[in-house]
């Protein structure tokens, strides 16, 4: 498996699309449910497959209607790594929050104390 250079925010989106459920997700659904644009959520598909993250096929549902979909599914090894790279962003997160609400708490710094006259 290749390891990712980098995972930023519309990765972990992804991933956590494909994490959340059993069954494979196709490219339109994943850019639905993450809210992301198609010339972000395909490449990113793409470089997942490309790690060995993520296989995917196309769906041969004969009965429906509309072009054939491209289906998503994690690997094992895929999903161990989602589940790591999802809970580093959600710790990430809570710091950052944990962080504003300290500044916001804080009393008011002055820096420059007005002279006394």
Sequence with gaps: MEPL????????????VLLDGTR???GLEVIKLT??????????LDRLERA??????WDD?????GPRRRMYVLTPDGAREAVKA???????????????????????????PEATR
């Excluded at 809210?35 to 990113?44: A, I, N």
């Excluded at 060995?52 to 096929?57: C, K, R």
């Excluded at 809970?87 to 820096?111: F, G, L, T, Y």
């Design 86 to 112: 999802c809970a580093r962003k959600s710790a990430a997160e809570q710091s950052r929050a944990a962080k504003s609400r300290a500044r916001m708490a804080a009393p008011a710094h002055n820096p420059r």
């Design 61 to 65: 549902d004969a009965e429906r209607r």
């Design 24 to 26: 494979p997700r196709w």
């Design 5 to 16: 250079q980098r995972i930023g925010k519309a990765t972990v989106d992804v991933l956590e």
């Design 35 to 44: 809210g992301r644009p198609s010339g972000s959520v395909y490449p990113l």
């Design 52 to 57: 060995g993250w993520v296989t995917s096929h």
